[in-house]
């Protein structure tokens, strides 16, 4: 029996009213304010921040953030997303340096590199991405690197020189089950995410992508989701609750139980995924050190 996707009740508006599990403590600490000092200091943008992440006051603490690059403004609209949406002005060749040197400074064992699209360039940024790679690895050859690739609009070209520099593991985020992608992904097609998993499993490197849940999405529709992901090659899958940035973004159709994620869990390791990391607070960087040798 599957179990409850119950929420703890409604709010006065009649609209689900956020759980207990999903409270956070606030960002504090001398290693988050290292990192805070650094990611300044470099004129850097993470995702933590422009995506709102819950995550962002453990992460840091542990000296660990998700570099985005190529800018802070997205191409795409995606109607679940905090990063802002726009004609992006910025193509910086030196970000790869910055962005090397940074994660050098700090140390990290594992750094996570994430961008946001950038539809108006005929690579889609890819000489940056294989740049910043490149050179994390050369300053620091012991950190392992996972990269947060974009859709690259089926240019495999584009995607094999994303790919290629030496990342350990490769990620691009499905985001929700098919049945939703016209009103979560407009600008996105569910068969050429999928695809494009496959490719970058037949090149040879080990694949992830993220769903979130609370969007409306049935059980059966998450089920289907990983059987799909099993059969084109994805080796870790990260589920999370969706949570509303602003009131211009989609609203939260429901809060998932944790007995529910769990139950996803066991699910999509049944059904061939390798590796699921499955709860309420989970984002498709948290925990993603573990993600290297699964």
């Known amino acids: 029996m599957q179990p409850n996707a119950t929420p703890e009740g409604l709010n006065a508006l009649g609209k689900p009213r956020k759980p207990n599990w999903l409270r956070v403590k606030l960002p504090v600490g001398k290693e ?108 620091s050859p012991s950190t392992t690197i996972e990269s947060l690739i974009p859709d690259v609009k089926a240019n495999w070209d584009a995607l094999i020189t994303m790919i290629s520099p030496g990342q350990e593991v490769v990620s691009h985020n499905m985001e929700t089950v098919k049945e939703l992608y016209r009103q979560v992904r407009p600008q996105a097609k569910y068969d050429r995410s999928l695809e494009q998993i496959k490719r970058t499993k037949e090149y040879g490197k080990r694949t992830k992508t993220g769903i979130m849940l609370g969007l409306g999405e049935t059980p059966e529709q998450v089920y289907q989701a990983m059987d799909d992901l099993a ?63 699964v």
């Open 231 to 293: 059969a084109n090659g994805c080796d870790i899958l990260t589920l999370g609750q969706y949570l509303q940035p602003t009131k211009m973004h989609l609203e939260v159709a429901e809060f998932i139980h944790p007995d529910l994620f769990e139950h996803y869990r066991e699910e999509g390791l049944k059904r061939g995924i390798k590796y699921v990391e499955s709860g309420p607070l989970v984002r498709s960087s948290y925990h993603a050190e573990r993600h290297v040798h």
């Open 32 to 139: 988050y304010a290292k990192v805070r000092s650094i990611v300044d200091e470099y004129k850097l943008h993470t995702i933590c921040e422009s995506g709102n992440c819950p995550n962002m006051g453990e992460c840091w603490g542990a000296g660990t953030a998700t570099f985005m690059i190529l800018g802070n403004v997205c191409t795409r609209s995606c109607s679940f997303c905090a990063v802002a949406t726009g004609r992006p002005n910025e193509y910086d060749e030196d970000e790869p340096r910055r962005v090397a040197e940074a994660i050098q400074l700090m140390g990290v064992k594992h750094a996570v590199i994430t961008s946001v699209n950038r539809d108006e360039l005929k690579d889609r940024g890819a000489a940056i991405w294989h740049e910043t790679v490149r050179l994390v690895k050369e300053l």
